[in-house]
Nanobody
Framework: QVQLVESGGGLVQGGGSLRLSCAAS????????MGWYRQAPGKQRELVAA???????NYADSVKGRFTISRDNAKNTVYLQMNSLKPEDTAVYYC???????????????WGQGTQVTVSS
């Protein structure tokens, strides 16, 4: 099994910054892709940003230029630096990872428990 533990959410004023972290642990041979998704009340979960193990990144249009995703492969950790936050960024943010197991070498997709980000106007 693989566990993803997120941290760094909270309440911030509009224009402020937050940094989310997500550490993966467990039966990990390698982590392929890592990413952040978010879900606001009454809306579907959406991709915010993703990063491959080679460092290629992908961002939702709504966060380009404001958010930066990065990862530390040695620590199996992914980060999301969020700047110039807006009230519409308010959501539960979920970490996601595509992992090859060190038990059977099969791929699996795992989710964190979510961390709340609230941006006040």
């Amino acid at each position: 099994q693989v566990q993803l533990v997120e941290s760094g959410g909270g309440l911030v004023q509009g224009g402020g910054s937050l940094r989310l972290s997500c550490a993966a642990s467990g039966s990990i041979f390698s982590i392929i892709d890592m990413g952040w998704y978010r879900q606001a009340p009454g809306k579907q979960r959406e991709l915010v940003a993703a990063i491959t193990n080679a460092g290629s990144t992908n961002y939702a249009d709504s966060v380009k230029g404001r958010f930066t995703i990065s990862r530390d492969n040695a620590k199996n950790t992914v980060y999301l630096q969020m700047n110039s936050l807006k009230p519409e960024d308010t959501a539960v943010y979920y970490c996601n990872a595509a992992v090859r197991s060190d038990i059977n070498f099969r791929f699996g997709t795992y989710w964190g428990q979510g961390t709340q980000v609230t941006v006040s106007s």
